[in-house]
């Protein structure tokens, strides 16, 4: 195995008592861009926030609540493989591999347990993997409109069932979005190899990660209330405002006990005013969570 670190950048940006490190990771022969914020005033067994971006994006898509949060905890930004500037691998970044990685990272920075893992949309999936392959190393959750890994098909099929679908159409649309081969798209691969893995998933009703254990840890989830699908986009087939408010009623309901899977506790937090980037949208409510969260954990 053969791991180092290339530091091709050093951003130097005084806040409070912040600073940021841009550097190139390799490990096992791949580069991955990575960012750190005051890890240099790390306290003893001090959590440190580490982001999963959504699905394609690159760390960037969080600096709305990051430059604030650094001044409270720790920080760790990257790209996966494959996006922005970190190298391409055409392999399927299934949830144990990259959680694997983000654990070789972690490590060759010396960037030691316990984290506090934040996860937006398909970054909730990865999220959920490492906090499954690594519940010693956790100390809190926190999932931002994530996809959802608690779904089976016979809940998808059910939020159809409730809006009137009928039986032919909810067949055909299943093997429309699990069994229908897509091209290969190699000049976006990262977004869509990110994209099969989802489905491949999905087709197992998440059976690897519903194996994983869930750690006692305090679990936050932010939920997007807006419907932002143009008019154009909208199903001609069935009510589509209808379908997003049924399922967000059917995910928040299995989110709610997999809060309470942990003895910890946590939090479902419901914002209407909010898209799918809850911490674009509603910045200063994501950042006083996740702060409330961080000073529970001093007591």
């Known amino acids: 195995m053969s791991i180092k670190i290339l530091t091709i950048l050093t951003l130097l940006v005084p806040t409070l008592s912040a600073f940021s490190q841009e550097k190139m990771v390799s490990v096992n022969g791949v580069n991955y861009h990575v960012l750190t914020t005051s890890l240099e005033q790390r306290k003893p067994s001090q959590p440190v926030l580490v982001f999963e971006n959504g699905m394609g994006m690159g760390l960037g898509n969080w600096n709305t609540i990051t430059d604030s949060l650094a001044n409270d905890a720790p920080v760790f930004l990257y790209d996966r493989q494959g996006v922005e500037k970190s190298e391409m691998v055409y392999q399927q970044p299934t949830p144990q591999k990259i959680a694997a990685n983000l654990k070789l990272l972690l490590k060759e920075l010396k960037i030691e ?27 809190g ?29 909810i067949d055909e649309m299943l093997i429309k979005r699990l069994y229908t081969p897509l091209k290969v798209d190699s000049s976006r691969y990262a977004a869509w190899s990110e994209g099969q893995v989802l489905t491949d998933l999905r087709k197992t009703d998440f059976a690897e990660l519903s194996s994983l254990p869930i750690p006692q840890v305090p679990i936050l989830f932010f939920v997007g209330g ?46 209407s005013n909010s898209g799918h980037f809850v911490h674009r949208d509603d910045a200063a409510i994501v950042i006083g969570n996740i702060r409330m969260m961080l000073k529970a954990m001093e007591k």
Do not use: C
């Open 226 to 271: 807006k419907l932002e699908v143009p008019m154009e986009r909208r199903s001609k087939d069935y009510d589509h405002e209808r379908f997003f408010e049924v399922k967000n009623s059917s995910n928040m309901l299995r989110w709610r006990r997999f809060i309470h899977a942990s003895s910890k506790g946590g939090a479902l937090i419901y914002l």
């Open 113 to 139: 347990p316990p984290y506090i893992l934040v996860g937006h949309s398909m970054g909730g999936i990865y999220v959920r993997a490492f906090a499954g392959y690594y519940p010693n190393d956790i100390a």
């Open 141 to 169: 959750l926190v999932f931002v409109d994530p996809a959802d890994f608690t779904e089976t098909k016979a809940d998808w099929n059910q939020i159809f069932r409730t809006i009137g679908v009928s039986e032919k159409q």
